[in-house]
T-cell receptor, first 114, second 113 residues
Framework: ETGVTQTPRHLVMGMTNKKSLKCEQHLGHNAMYWYKQSAKKPLELMFVYNFKEQTENNSVPSRFSPECPNSSHLFLHLHTLQPEDSALYLC?????????????FGPGTRLTVT | AQSVTQPDIHITVSEGASLELRCNYSYGATPYLFWYVQSPGQGLQLLLKYFSGDTLVQGIKGFEAEFKRSQSSFNLRKPSVHWSDAAEYFCAVGEVGFQKLVFGTGTRLLVSP
């Protein structure tokens, strides 16, 4: 595997379900990100992790719970979501510092909340 | 707060014709500027970046962009578009000193034969 991978690619869940999104990067980076991409809206940064520590939470509702067990893996745990949470969730990685802006994205997980 | 405006939601260009995608930003100082491309079903790929120095930057796939401070713009250009360039293009600004990118809403490029 190369680059940034995300699983699953598609997910349909009910509002009472609990599910998790997984991201893995094979680039040796130490920073990882979750973004939300909704139709007709700019990408929204959700969380940032540097060296496994959360350094940014962009006022994300608590029904989204990130986890970063090591620099290569990032999870987004989902519970009691709302239909407006349906979106493409993108994971990205980078090196910290100036290179942090050169972010490498995974293909995303298309989430539908019913 | 910084912001990015991409005024064109859709653009259609004939194959072989030139392309210019517009991007305007709002930021108090000289920003870091980026263009990313997203093909259907894919994540975003970095096309090019501007940090400082020469205001005309070259990127991958034959793209270039020019930073114009007086116009707060960072427009993306390509002299001859190929059908494989059909995708969505995002301009982004990075706030210096913060590990954050702010994206525009994107421009969808359609390439006609």
């Amino acid at each position: 595997e190369t680059g940034v991978t995300q699983t699953p690619r598609h997910l349909v869940m009910g509002m009472t379900n609990k599910k998790s999104l997984k991201c893995e990067q094979h680039l040796g980076h130490n920073a990882m990100y979750w973004y939300k991409q909704s139709a007709k809206k700019p990408l929204e940064l959700m969380f940032v992790y540097n060296f496994k520590e959360q350094t940014e939470n962009n006022s994300v509702p608590s029904r989204f719970s990130p986890e970063c067990p090591n620099s290569s893996h990032l999870f987004l745990h989902l519970h009691t979501l709302q239909p407006e949470d349906s979106a493409l969730y993108l994971c990205a990685s980078s090196q910290p510092g100036q290179s942090s802006y050169e972010q490498y994205f995974g293909p995303g997980t298309r989430l539908t909340v019913t | 707060a910084q912001s990015v405006t991409q005024p064109d939601i859709h653009i259609t260009v004939s194959e072989g014709a030139s392309l210019e995608l517009r991007c305007n930003y709002s930021y108090g100082a000289t920003p870091y500027l980026f263009w990313y491309v997203q093909s259907p079903g894919q994540g975003l790929q970095l096309l090019l970046k501007y940090f400082s120095g020469d205001t005309l930057v070259q990127g991958i796939k034959g793209f270039e962009a020019e930073f114009k401070r007086s116009q707060s713009s960072f427009n993306l250009r390509k002299p001859s578009v190929h059908w494989s360039d059909a995708a969505e293009y995002f301009c982004a600004v990075g706030e210096v000193g913060f590990q954050k990118l702010v994206f525009g809403t994107g421009t969808r490029l359609l390439v006609s034969p």
